[in-house]
């Protein structure tokens, strides 16, 4: 049996193992991503998670890499990511100490390919996790689809309340600085947006209102791409997609 080192990297957790060419995981493992230190303590930390899972352990030498980042990307460069604060980062970066081919992606659209090869949504279908970040796969007739430069799906920066809150991208009123788990957790003065979810469940209004508020936003989002595309499927993933029925159930206003 063959196997890929295969890692995820998000604002806040990064997520690794060994995968078969059937999806199977073997040795999965969390890291925390660095939160100091800039782009340099960022890249250090993904090269060293690399090199361990490309490491021959157990008769099981994996035969290629697969790194997934946020941000603006193309195979050979992670070419911007707000979250981070890289610029045009070139892929063996990420990998100088590994011997292995090594493929660099968008961490949504790689998820957007996992969902055409593994998934059960059908041929027009939005992938759309929300995490520390917001972006989306838009897969289309079977295929995914990237738009004429590769940036389709960068939905966390549709503008839901123009002059709004201030975005990381530069803009305002984006859907990513309402609903976005990082989002939700400055608006409320604490440290991740699993902390907002317990607040909401223990009745702290103003987490009841930025949570409410953050619903509203994805909602107008998900409807104006419903109006446009017409997906079978919305697929919601992400961290902050775990909150689940309770808090939905509470927060949502009307």
Request: glycine share 16%; hydrophobic share 45%.
């Amino acid at each position: 049996m063959t196997h890929v080192a295969a890692i995820d990297v998000g604002g806040t957790t990064m997520k690794g193992g060994l995968v078969t060419r059937d999806g199977t995981i073997h040795r999965f493992e969390r890291r925390p991503t660095p939160r100091s230190g800039g782009p340099a303590q960022v890249i250090a930390a993904i090269s060293a998670f690399v090199a361990d899972l490309a490491r021959p352990r157990d008769g099981v030498r994996p035969l290629a890499v697969g790194l997934a980042v946020p941000g603006l990307v193309t195979p050979t460069h992670a070419v911007f990511s707000a979250a981070f604060g890289w610029r045009d980062v070139p892929a063996h970066a990420f990998a100088p100490d590994v011997d292995v081919p090594v493929a660099l992606g968008h961490d949504v659209r790689s998820a957007g390919e996992a969902e055409l090869a593994y998934g059960e949504g059908g041929r027009d279908v939005l992938y759309l996790p929300i995490g520390t970040g917001i972006a989306g796969a838009v897969v289309l007739s079977g295929a995914l689809y990237g738009g004429a430069g590769g940036w389709a799906g960068q939905i966390g920066h549709i503008p839901v309340r123009p002059g709004g809150a201030a975005c990381g991208c530069g803009q305002q009123g984006c859907l990513a600085a309402y609903a976005s788990g990082g989002a939700v957790a400055a608006r409320c003065g604490l440290p991740g947006a699993e902390e907002v979810v317990q607040a909401v469940l223990a009745g702290d209004t103003r987490a009841v209102e930025v949570w409410g508020e953050a619903v509203e936003a994805l909602a107008l989002a998900l409807a104006t791409y419903t109006l446009v595309l017409d997906p079978a499927a919305i697929v919601i993933g992400g961290g902050v997609s775990r909150a689940g029925r309770p808090c939905s159930a509470r927060c949502v206003r009307g």
